[in-house]
């Protein structure tokens, strides 16, 4: 009898943290992992095109395997898809979560940190929102491309540690939410991936509008160069019903005539691109949150990896007043103004991920997407 | 009281899937999906290398992104590293499986079927296996390679669809375990991905180790091209406690003096490789399982997708002979020889892929593996 108590007590327990993943967050959170439990999860493509070759294939004599060619007279490439892994929790609340990735990442960028703790894909699994990772056309999984590309192997990291604002070369930020330990950098490092056809943000926008087609209403997770396409597909495709973006790059659509004038940054211009009216009023019918982490200087600076962000950042005040005077709902949270401190551009992986979760989390809680 | 002697039955249903997972599996075979429940889940890099361009970084002259190209001057690249995702159910049996994709393809070759059903990943969590899924070197989300390539964009799908056995385009052959819904074929190419670098096993072989030396005794299951790397190592890593090997290619490992003469194939001359007697008698000590599927003939085709198979079927049953001559223990299962028909080059995403799964599961418990 007691023993047969005794595992009704288990049971209810397990009970618990099935029926309630929010309780089991909290759980993870003070730092004991409860087992997630999935009711769903599997991979597919969407979108893409299909190349063909004129002609007829021969099995017999196309048919063999040759390293030095293969012979394409009658022979298609399926190409431009995006590739997406999916996990629906149990009691999955009602919108998922989709994550897309920014230049040079896959769905990686969401998975596990660098340094080994739980990226956004588990945190948020654990707060029972469904969870959709991209990797976008012509990269990671989805690499297959209809156009040809040449992947050069130049050495460029120590250019990225600075862009996505580790710090500058050699040197670490000060306060940075980023691991010094040499293997965090070296997982970091590896986690980048290139292009395996020539970038195309169209190409992209179709594929990801394609994703909500097939899953329906959701919101968009963007990081830093997804953020322009983002809101690109928000536009083609109103299943889309919030948007959060992680330091988004300068390209916010601004109506025609509204747009600020063009900004000159070392080795290029950043034009902020403009739309139809009536397309730039899709972007004021659904809540947009915006968020920037640390050391983006107020003044310019002779540092490339930080005067991009400061650039961007202004452009993106500039537009959250212009959508929001268009009866738009855009928040931008720079976040040392709200006390957060040491962000690098990975706000999703940093060493306070979950406070940037906890953020993100009131928002869609805020705006009843929860 | 009767609300709550209710939930407590409830309570009682979940946990007895969450404490015996094959319970659940068998549920899921007839039909009704149980949810999956995953103690840990995650993802991370492992191995490769670092390649260095000389000179010295200035994080301001050098800093700014150029979409015109990277000044490389003290820059670094690392690369040529697997890319792992894996996740361990709870109550995991003793050694997980570590799942290693062929030619052309990722990670995503064991997951959902190309019709949409679960794939070895799941089908293997249910019977409480942790699974371990690797993009190798140069592939997929490890595509950061230390040598640079071209990708070109050349229809070549119907070759494909030779050499993986569905059939002589553009007929299936005749009961084949795919289904001909055009979505099917649809997905089946677009899980194709191209290299990010030139292949080369031994750059594989060495991540996939290092994997073992991470993550410590395991089952490697190999598909196709990724068959002799997993030989190779094997002979490196004794972590590997045995190996499931599915529809592996020509290049079984012999030891000097026994090899069987080279073979002309359409387009190219495959010639079985040596290894020192020492390295080989690696491969006598532990259980190897290798699997081939259907519409492979008996007698030598013109049709060269039948033709290179049952080449490597016969490489394949000469080599079983030598390794279990010198106290091996490799079978050889030829799937139409004990009744299961219709398989194509993927046996893990067939129809019948529970058929299959069952035939591996009673391999491991067969050899207490399990």
């Known amino acids: 009898m007691n023993i047969k108590f005794g595992k009704i007590v288990v049971a209810l327990t397990l009970t618990f943290c099935g029926l309630s993943l929010s309780a089991c967050a909290v759980t993870q959170r003070s730092g004991i992992s409860a087992p997630l439990v999935i009711q769903e ?4 493509s969407v979108g893409g095109t299909v190349i063909s070759e004129p002609g007829t294939f021969d099995p017999i004599t196309q048919g063999a395997y040759n390293p030095a060619g293969v012979s394409p007279a009658g022979q298609t490439l399926h190409g431009d898809h995006a590739s997406v892994f999916y996990q629906i929790p149990e009691n999955a609340r009602k919108f998922p979560l989709v994550f897309w990735h920014g230049h040079g990442q896959t769905a990686k960028t969401w998975e596990t940190t660098p340094d080994g703790r739980e990226g956004f894909q588990n945190i948020f699994l654990r707060e029972r929102y469904g969870v959709y990772l991209i990797d976008q056309p012509r990269r990671g999984r989805a690499a297959r491309s209809t156009e040809a590309t040449t992947i050069t ?10 862009i996505f604002r580790l710090g500058a070369w050699p040197n670490f930020y000060e306060g940075v939410q980023f691991s010094k330990a040499p293997e965090t950098l070296n997982q970091f490092f590896r986690q980048m991936a290139p292009n395996t056809g020539p970038y195309n943000a169209e190409v992209n926008v179709a594929a990801v509008s394609e994703l909500f087609n097939k899953i329906g209403k959701g919101i968009l997770v963007t990081h830093s160069q997804s953020g322009g396409p983002g809101w690109r597909t928000a536009i083609k495709n109103d299943n889309i019903r919030a948007i959060v973006s992680f330091e988004p790059g300068g390209d916010f659509l601004f109506p025609e005539g509204e747009a600020p004038e063009s900004i000159k940054l070392a080795g290029r211009t950043v034009t902020p ?6 397309d730039f ?20 600076s002779q540092n490339p990896g930080q005067e991009q962000w400061r650039v961007f950042l202004e452009v993106a ?6 959508v929001n005077r268009h009866g738009g709902d855009v928040t931008i949270v720079h976040l040392p103004e709200i ?4 962000n690098t551009h990975f706000l999703m992986s940093d060493l306070n991920n979950l406070e940037i979760a906890d953020q993100m989390s009131r928002f869609l809680e805020k705006k009843g997407l929860n």
């Open 153 to 162: 192997a130049t050495p460029d990291e120590q250019l990225w540690f600075g």
């Open 41 to 44: 999860q599997g991979s597919f």
């Open 339 to 342: 006390g957060i401190h040491g």
């Open 281 to 300: 009023m899709r972007l004021t019918k659904i809540p947009i949150i915006v968020f920037y982490g640390d050391n983006i200087p107020k003044q310019p």
């Open 273 to 278: 691109p403009t739309v139809l009216m009536a």
């Open 317 to 322: 005040k500039t537009w959250r007043d212009v």
